[in-house]
């Protein structure tokens, strides 16, 4: 079974609209972290959450906002998406929010912005 | 800030043989590095990692790794590998005086001909 899942596994959305990507983790983990993967870059970090609080944001812009409704879900909405937004989408989990917890990896969105 | 090169984009090999993917950091703390698995249109499965230690670690399906400091480097080796081995590996680091974000290398698509 499934210990993080991500819906929904493709998405198609329009430039200008705004998206909620799904993340809910199974594995009794207290962090959770999004990290995105496009064409043009290699995976890069984007949100850490530790206990439902941001600890970490490395994304540059307001657009991307986590939103942490229950301790084992970490959604990411996505507002006024541009082209330039077309990636997949990773959520991870680790046990703590340590350095050297291992993370583990759902499946991903992959988001494209037409 | 650290860094993490992986200067092979392709390496490919046949079934049987051994490989070596190469990974090499910057960074002069406390580190954490792991290796993960992408298979195509898939997500990240974690290898293994190390931390402190044995510097060579065993990991999942055969592959084992050797941190070197020195070197800074954390190659990532296979005896004898498997058409089922082709696929995309990526190193990461995360440091102790950061986040807990993870950083990733640019990734080596490792091909296994029959």
């Known amino acids: 079974d499934p210990k993080i899942i991500q819906k929904p596994k493709y998405l198609v959305a329009v430039t200008g609209s705004e998206k909620i990507l799904i993340c809910e983790q199974y594995?009794?983990?207290?962090?959770m972290y999004w990290y995105r993967q496009s064409a043009k870059k290699p995976l890069e970090f984007m949100f850490s959450?530790?206990?439902?609080?941001?600890?970490d944001n490395q994304t540059a812009s307001s657009r991307f906002q986590p939103q942490s409704s229950k301790k084992n879900h970490l959604d990411l909405q996505i507002t006024a998406l541009k082209p330039d937004d077309s990636a997949t989408y990773f959520c991870?989990?680790?046990?703590?929010?340590?350095?050297?917890?291992?993370?583990?990896f759902g499946p991903g969105t992959r988001l494209t912005v037409l | 800030t650290q860094t993490v090169s992986q200067s092979d984009a392709h390496v490919t090999v046949f079934e049987g043989d051994s490989v070596e993917l190469r990974c090499n950091y910057s960074?002069?703390?406390?580190?954490?590095l792991s290796w993960y698995i992408q298979h195509h249109g898939r997500g990240l499965q974690f290898l293994l990692k190390y931390y402190s230690g044995n510097p060579v670690v065993q990991g999942v399906n055969g592959f084992e790794a050797e941190f070197s400091k020195s070197d800074s480097s954390f190659h990532l080796r296979k005896a004898s590998v498997h058409w089922s081995d082709s696929a995309v590996y990526f190193c990461?680091?995360?440091?102790?005086?950061?986040?807990?974000?993870?950083?990733f290398g640019s990734g080596t698509q490792l091909t296994v001909m029959p």
């Open positions: 991870a989990s680790s046990q703590d929010g340590t350095f050297y917890a291992e993370q583990f």
């Open positions: 960074y002069g703390g406390s580190i954490y």
């Open positions: 594995l009794g983990h207290n962090a």
């Open positions: 990461a680091v995360s440091a102790s005086s950061g986040s807990w974000q993870l950083i």
């Open positions: 959450y530790s206990y439902q609080k941001l600890m």
